[in-house]
């Protein structure tokens, strides 16, 4: 069992930054991404963004591209998400997420794919 930890929410302004961290307790499956989601009040929970341990390739939902970035540490097993310009519109719980099974790019947005999840963090986004 993955113990999957995430960290680095907070309250900002708009148009201010945020890092948020995601430490996993072992080595995830090569070949399944490890993942952030978020949701807000009232809202489901939506795909943010995905990186995959072995190759690095990335992957983001449209309303965050170049504004946040995804990036890895296979050394020390962390997954972090560096999120610029935010918007209040990004306001929301967010939740590190991996598989115990091999995912493919093609599926990277499906939560039912996902079966460790952390506890989330929050992040606010004050106008």
């Known amino acids: 069992q993955v113990q999957l930890v995430e960290s680095g929410g907070g309250l900002v302004q708009a148009g201010g930054s945020l890092r948020l961290s995601c430490a996993a307790s072992q080595r995830t499956l090569s070949s399944s991404p490890m993942s952030w989601f978020r949701q807000a009040p009232g809202k489901s929970r939506e795909f943010v963004a995905a990186i995959y341990m072995s190759t690095g390739n990335s992957y983001y939902r449209d309303s965050v591209k170049g504004r946040f970035a995804i990036s890895r540490d296979n050394d020390k097993n962390t997954v972090d998400l560096q999120m610029n310009s935010l918007k209040p519109e990004d306001t929301a719980v967010y939740y590190c997420?991996?598989?115990?099974?091999?995912?493919?790019?093609?599926?990277?947005?499906?939560?039912?794919?996902?079966?460790?999840w952390g506890q989330g963090t929050q992040v606010t986004v004050s106008s």
């Open positions: 997420a991996a598989s115990r099974s091999p995912v493919s790019r093609l599926v990277v947005a499906d939560q039912r794919l996902y079966n460790y």
